[in-house]
C-alpha cells in the first residue's frame, strides 16, 4: 500500500490561528508573498555571509602561517629550487 503525500496548502499563523492563504483576502496573499520572498532572500544572504566568513577565515590564516613561518622554505619554495638547480 502507498501512503499518498496529503497536499499541505500555505498558511499563517495569527493570534494561535492557522489561515490558509488562499483564505486571505487580495491584499493579505500579495503580502505573504512578499513575506515568503523576503524571507527566502534572508536565507540566501545568510548563506553568503557564513561563505564570505569561511574565505575571510581562511585567508585570515594563510596570512598568518606566511607570517609565522617567514624565512623557512616551504615544500612549494623547495621544489621550485630543486627544479632550478636541474
Known sequence: MVDEAVEQKPFITINDVQINIED????????????????????NLVLDLEE??????????RIVDIVNNEGEDTPTEEADEAETEE
Open 52 to 61: 564570505l566568513q569561511a574565505g575571510i577565515n581562511f585567508f585570515s590564516n
Open 24 to 43: 486571505l483576502p487580495e491584499e493579505g496573499q500579495g503580502i505573504f508573498g512578499r513575506l515568503q520572498r523576503l524571507n527566502q532572500k534572508k536565507a
